[in-house]
C-alpha cells in the first residue's frame, strides 16, 4: 500500500530525513520508535504534506499513485489520514461542521454522493461513542479547551468518521492516561485492524503497543531506519535503550 | 577645552564672520559677544555657521531649512499643554562658556548632591559634574581622571578606523561623508522642529563605523558631556557600514539643569547591509519643579535608516525628565529581512507630560520590528504612547510586535495610548496589545510585609514592570536607570 | 462629527482614513440618540448590505446598570461609515460587535467612542474585517476612562484579514485613562489565516479553498457570538464574504 523509498526531507533548510525506506502493506500494523529529535515527527507531516516540509530526494507511493505529486487534501482523498501529535486549535469552527464538510469533500473528490445531515450525524455519534466521547464536546470548536487526552481522542473519532485506508497516527499516546490509553488503543484496532488498511503508529514509548500489537517495529534514528523487526524488538528498545539497539 | 585653544577659535570664527558678515547693520562688529543676539533671523543663522568655521555649502543648507522653517507652522496635535514658544525669545547660540566653578562639593545645591548620592555616582565624578574647582576639566572625550584612559580610548578607536568626533569637526574633515548622509534620514521638510534644528544645530556628533568594524567599545555622549556647551540644538549622524556594529549611549542619568527650555535635537542613523546600531538613551533633564514650572522642553526628532538588508537598529530609552517630551525614534525598514526595535520606558510624574512612541515603516521585504513600551504615570502627569506600524504594499512577509503596557501611580494622573496600524500587504503579521493597571494593594502590601517601605517597595514593582526594556540597555546604565526610576517617583505613593 | 459641522478633512483625527468624496454627498449626518434608562436592556442590530453608499452617526447614554448589545454587519460595496458614541453610567455594559467585509473599492469603517463616565461600567468590543479587491476596512476605536471611572473594565479585540495585496486595513484602538483603578486592554491583529490551521482542515481532506473559507467564516463569525439575531447576521455576514472570495 505503501512504499516509501530513500526519502530524504529538510525543514527549514535542515535535513532531517536522510534516506528512509520502508514498505507497508495492507493489513500490516507498524510502528516506528526513535529517540527524540530522529525524525519521527518529520516523517509524519511529510507524508501529509505540510508546508515547511521539503522533499530533497527518493519518492513515496500511495495504492500505486505518486504521493508527493498530490496536495494535501487530495491525499486525503486518496485514503490518507495523519493523526497529529499536537492538534489544531481552529476557535469559530465547530468540530460537526469541520468533520462534515471534510467527509463530504472527500466523497465528491471519489465521485460518491455526499452524506446527508443525519446520516453524518448518525456516523458521528457511532465513532463518538466508540471513543467515549460525548456528542456535546463535537458542537464545541475544534480542540478549543479540549485537555490533551481529550484532542487525542477526538483524533480518533475523526478517523473514525473519515475512514481511511492508511493512518499516521503521530504519538498519539503522548499526554494519555491510562484509561484514554486503552480507550484509544481499542479504537484504532476496532477502526484500522482490517485486511484493505493499514497502521503507521509513530510513538517513543512502547505502551500504545500494548493495546495495539504490531506486526512490524522500526528503529528511526539519524534519519533514517537502523534496524527492522517483530514485536519483540519494542520490547528490546524498552529495555536497553536506543543507543544499545540501534548500534 | 583649554583657554588658549578657546581663543583661537573665536579668533577664527571673528574673522570668517567679518568676511560673511558684510552688511551695513551694526552688529557685526559685536561678534566678540558669546551669545548672538536674541531672536532668530538670517543672521543668526550666518553668525552661527560663521563660529563654526563651516564650509560654504552647509550655511547654504542651513539657510535653505532656515528659510523652510518660516513656512511651518507649529503641531499642536499631541494631547501636549503647553503655553506657546516664542521663537524670538530666545538665544540661538551661546558660545562654548565654562560652567561657573565652584570651590567645593559644599557649593553645589544640596538636593543635587543627593541625587548623585542616590545614583551611586563616585564623589570624583560628582566633582567633575557639578564643576568643582580642582577635578579635571571635562575634556571632549574623558570623563574619567587618567590621561591614560582618554588616551587608550581614542588610540583604540582609530586602530579600528572608526571616526567619532563632534559633527562641527567632521563637517570639515570628512565633508564627503557628512553631505551623503546629513538629512537624509530626517530631511529638513520633515517637522517644524527637525527644520529649526537644521538651520540652528551647533553641536552634536558624527560616528562612521567602517565596513565589517565592531567598534570596541560603546560610544558615550557621557565622555562628551562638556563643560562649556549647552547642547541645545544637536544633531547626531551615526553611519554604519557593510556588517559594522555599534552601540551608542546618549545622556546622562544625574539631573541636567540648562537654562534654555527648548531642546529640539536630531538623531539620524544609517545601517547599511548586515549592519546593526545601538542606540541607547537615558534622559533625565529637569521636569520643572513641583508646580511644573521651569522645566525643559525635550523635542527630539529620531529615526533610523535600515537601509542594507538584514540591517538592524535598536532604540533603547529610559525618559524620566523633561516637563515635555515629544519623541518618536523610528525606523525606516528598507533593506531585505531588515529588523527594527524599540523599547522604552518613560515615567511622568508631577505635572510632566510625555508623548512618545515609534513608527516602524515597513518596506522591505521580510522586515520585522518589534516594540516594547512602559509607560509609568504619577502625580498629575500625563503619559502617551503614540505608534504607527505602516506595511507597504510590496512588503511580503512583515513581522510585527507591539507591547504597551501602562502603570498609573494615583488617581490624577493620566495614560493614554494611541497606535496606529496601516497595513496594505496581506501576507503581513501584526500583533498589537496594550494593557492598563496600577499597582495593586496587594502587591504593596506583600512587599512592605516582607520589610520593604512603601518607596522602595513601589520601586520595586515600578522596576519589575519595566524589566524587559531595562535589560536592554548596556550594563552601567541599566543599574543607574533603575535607580533612576525610584528617584523619579518619589513622593508620588502615599 | 455633529450634524452642524462643516465636512471633515483628513486632519480631522476620526476621519483621517475616510473616502471624503463618498462621505461629501451625504453630510451632514443627522445623529441618532439612543438612551437607555436606568436598568434597561436593549439589543440593536445594524445591517449595512445594500448597494448604497450608508453613514450613521449614533449617540448613544446608558443609564446607571444599563445594558445595550450593538451589533454592526457593514458590508456594502459603496461607502459604509457606522460611527457609534456610548456613555457608559455607573454599573452599565455596553457589547459591541462589528463585522465589516470590504470589496471591490470599497472603503468601510467602523468608528467608536466609549467612554466610561461612571465606575463599574463594562464595555467589549469585538470587530473582525476582511479587505479584498482594492478595498480599505478602518476601525478608529477609542475607550476614554474619566476621573473616578473606578472598576471600569474595557476591552478590544480588533482584528483584520486582507485577501489581496491591493486592499487596506487601518487600525486605531485607543485609550485615554483618567482613573487607576481599572482594567482596560486591547488586542488588535492584522494577518494572515494561520498556516497550522489551514493544513489541519487540508489534511482531512478540504480544498485549500475551503479551508480558507471555513477559517475566514469563523473568523467573521467572531463578532456576533451571542447576538441575538447571530444566525441570521452571521449568514448575511458569510454571503457578503463569498462576494469577496
Known amino acids: 500500500m505503501l512504499k516509501i523509498d530513500n526519502l530524504h526531507a529538510a525543514v527549514a533548510d535542515k535535513p532531517i530525513l536522510k ?46 499513485a505518486d504521493l508527493l505529486a498530490l496536495e494535501p487534501h487530495e491525499r486525503a482523498a486518496a485514503g490518507l489520514f495523519l493523526g497529529f501529535q499536537y492538534p489544531v486549535e481552529i476557535p469559530g469552527v465547530s468540530f460537526v461542521q469541520f468533520l462534515r464538510e471534510s467527509v463530504n469533500a472527500q466523497r465528491k473528490a471519489r465521485g460518491e454522493e455526499p452524506l446527508s445531515g443525519g446520516d453524518f450525524l448518525k456516523l458521528a455519534r457511532e465513532q463518538a461513542g466508540r471513543l467515549r466521547m460525548d456528542m456535546d464536546m463535537l458542537k464545541r470548536p475544534v480542540n478549543v479547551g479540549f485537555s490533551g487526552g481529550e484532542k487525542k481522542r477526538a483524533e480518533m473519532v475523526q478517523m473514525g468518521i473519515l475512514d481511511p485506508c492508511l493512518a499516521i497516527l503521530d504519538e498519539t499516546d503522548s499526554g494519555l492516561d491510562i484509561d484514554a490509553l486503552r480507550i484509544c488503543g481499542e479504537g484504532i484496532n476496532a477502526i484500522m485492524r482490517k485486511p484493505d488498511k493499514a497502521v503507521l503508529l509513530i510513538t517513543h514509548y512502547q505502551r500504545l503497543l500494548d493495546y495495539v500489537k504490531p506486526d512490524f517495529v522500526h528503529v528511526l534514528a539519524g534519519g533514517r531506519i537502523v534496524k527492522s523487526g517483530g514485536p519483540e524488538l519494542a520490547l528490546q528498545l524498552e529495555e536497553q535503550g536506543y543507543e544499545a539497539v540501534a548500534a | 577645552m583649554t583657554e588658549q585653544v578657546q581663543d583661537q577659535k573665536d579668533q577664527a570664527a571673528r574673522e570668517a564672520a567679518a568676511k560673511v558678515a558684510d552688511y551695513e547693520h551694526g552688529w557685526s562688529a559685536d561678534i566678540e559677544t558669546e551669545f548672538a543676539p536674541k531672536g532668530l533671523d538670517e543672521n543668526t543663522v550666518r553668525f552661527i555657521s560663521a563660529k563654526k568655521n563651516e564650509p560654504e555649502w552647509m550655511l547654504e543648507w542651513r539657510l535653505k531649512a532656515y528659510r523652510h522653517w518660516l513656512t511651518m507652522p507649529m503641531p499642536d496635535w499631541a494631547k501636549l499643554n503647553i503655553p506657546p514658544i516664542d521663537y524670538q525669545d530666545a538665544y540661538y547660540y551661546a558660545a562654548p562658556k565654562p560652567k561657573k566653578v565652584l570651590a567645593s562639593l559644599d557649593e553645589v545645591d544640596p538636593e543635587i548632591l543627593e541625587v548623585y548620592k542616590k545614583l551611586g555616582i563616585p564623589l570624583e565624578e560628582q566633582k567633575v559634574l557639578a564643576g568643582v574647582e ?7 572625550d574623558a570623563v574619567f581622571d ?22 562641527s569637526e567632521a563637517i570639515r574633515e570628512y565633508p564627503d561623508l557628512v553631505k551623503r548622509w546629513l538629512g537624509k534620514v530626517v530631511p529638513m521638510h520633515d517637522n517644524f522642529f527637525a527644520a529649526l534644528n537644521c538651520a540652528v544645530f551647533s553641536d552634536g556628533t558624527f560616528v562612521y563605523i567602517p565596513e565589517g568594524v565592531r567598534c570596541p567599545m560603546e560610544l558615550s555622549t557621557y565622555f562628551r558631556i562638556n563643560a562649556e556647551n549647552t547642547g541645545q540644538f544637536e544633531r547626531t549622524l551615526i553611519v554604519a557600514d557593510k556588517g559594522a556594529y555599534v552601540s551608542y549611549l546618549e545622556g546622562c542619568t544625574a539631573p541636567q539643569r540648562d537654562e534654555n527650555q527648548l531642546h529640539a535635537a536630531v538623531v539620524e542613523l544609517v545601517a547599511l547591509d548586515d549592519a546593526e546600531i545601538k542606540y541607547s538613551t537615558v534622559q533625565n533633564w529637569y521636569p520643572g519643579d513641583a508646580e511644573g514650572k521651569g522645566g525643559i522642553y525635550n523635542f527630539v526628532t529620531k529615526r533610523a535608516l535600515c537601509q542594507g538588508a538584514r540591517s538592524k537598529v535598536s532604540w533603547t530609552q529610559v525618559e524620566t525628565g523633561s516637563a515635555v517630551t515629544w519623541k518618536y525614534p523610528s525606523c525606516v525598514l528598507n533593506g531585505e529581512d531588515s529588523v527594527g526595535e524599540f523599547y522604552s520606558v518613560a515615567v511622568t510624574n508631577n505635572f510632566q507630560q510625555a508623548d512618545t512612541g515609534t513608527k516602524m515603516i515597513h518596506n522591505g521585504k521580510g522586515s520585522r520590528s518589534t516594540i516594547v513600551s512602559k509607560g509609568i504615570s504619577a ?24 507591547q504597551c503596557d501602562s502603570l498609573l501611580l494615583g488617581k490624577d494622573c493620566g495614560a493614554h495610548t494611541v497606535p496606529y496600524i496601516e497595513v496594505r500587504n496581506p501576507s503581513a503579521q501584526i500583533e498589537h496589545e496594550a494593557t492598563t493597571s496600577k499597582i495593586s494593594d496587594d502587591q504593596l502590601f506583600y512587599a512592605m510585609q516582607r520589610g520593604l517601605g512603601q518607596e522602595e517597595a513601589v520601586a520595586l514593582i515600578v522596576n519589575g514592570f519595566a524589566k524587559e526594556v531595562l535589560q536592554q540597555l548596556p550594563m552601567e546604565f541599566a543599574v543607574e536607570a533603575q535607580k533612576l526610576l525610584g528617584i523619579s517617583l518619589e513622593g508620588s505613593v502615599g | 462629527m455633529t450634524g452642524a459641522r462643516a465636512l471633515p478633512t ?16 451625504l453630510w451632514p449626518v443627522a445623529v441618532e440618540e439612543i438612551v437607555l434608562a436606568a436598568g434597561e436592556v436593549r439589543a440593536l442590530t445594524i445591517s449595512n448590505t445594500g448597494s448604497q453608499a450608508v453613514v450613521r452617526d449614533l449617540s448613544i447614554r446608558l443609564g446607571a446598570g444599563a445594558q445595550l448589545t450593538l451589533h454592526v454587519l457593514n458590508a456594502a460595496p459603496a461607502y459604509g461609515r457606522i460611527a457609534v458614541r456610548a456613555e457608559l453610567g455607573e454599573g452599565s455594559a455596553f457589547t459591541f460587535g462589528a463585522a ?20 463599574d461600567a463594562i464595555s467589549r468590543q469585538v470587530v473582525r474585517s476582511v479587505a479584498g479587491g482594492t478595498a480599505t476596512a478602518n476601525y478608529l476605536g477609542k475607550v476614554l476612562v474619566r476621573p473616578g471611572a473606578d472598576g471600569t473594565d474595557g476591552e478590544q479585540s480588533v482584528r483584520a484579514m486582507l485577501l489581496d495585496r491591493t486592499a487596506t486595513a487601518n487600525a486605531r484602538p485607543e485609550l485615554e485613562i483618567y482613573a487607576d483603578d481599572v482594567k482596560c486592554a486591547h488586542g488588535c491583529a492584522v494577518g494572515e489565516l494561520d498556516a497550522n490551521g489551514l493544513f489541519y482542515l487540508q489534511s482531512r481532506g478540504l480544498t485549500p479553498a475551503d479551508a480558507k473559507r471555513l477559517m475566514l467564516q469563523a473568523f467573521i463569525a467572531e463578532a456576533f457570538v451571542d447576538a441575538a439575531d447571530g444566525d441570521d447576521l452571521t449568514a448575511a455576514a458569510l454571503a457578503a464574504l463569498e462576494q469577496l472570495l
Not at chain 1, 26 to 42: D, F, Q, Y
Not at chain 2, 134 to 140: C, D, F, I, P, S
Not at chain 2, 379 to 393: E, F
Open chain 1, 19 to 64: 534516506g528512509l525506506s520502508l514498505t507497508i502493506n495492507a493489513g500490516e500494523i507498524h510502528a516506528i520508535m526513535g529517540p527524540n529529535g530522529a525524525g519521527k515527527s518529520t516523517l509524519g507531516y511529510t507524508l501529509g504534506g505540510r508546508p515547511g516540509y521539503v522533499v530533497t530526494g527518493g519518492s513515496v507511493s500511495f495504492n500505486d
Open chain 2, 146 to 167: 587618567s590621561v591614560s584612559v582618554a588616551t587608550t580610548f581614542r588610540e583604540e578607536l582609530k586602530k579600528a578606523g572608526v571616526i567619532f568626533l563632534s559633527i
Open chain 2, 134 to 140: 580642582g577635578a579635571r576639566k571635562v575634556a571632549v
Open chain 3, 100 to 119: 465589516q467585509l470590504a470589496g471591490g473599492a470599497a472603503t468601510l469603517e467602523v468608528v467608536t467612542q466609549v467612554t466610561h463616565a461612571g465606575p
Open chain 2, 379 to 402: 502625580g498629575r502627569s500625563q503619559n502617551t504612547y503614540r505608534g504607527l506600524v505602516r506595511v507597504a504594499p510590496q512588503a511580503e512577509g512583515v513581522r510585527n510586535f507591539t
Open chain 3, 10 to 25: 483628513r486632519k480631522d483625527e476620526e476621519f483621517r482614513y475616510a473616502d471624503l468624496a463618498a462621505l461629501a454627498p
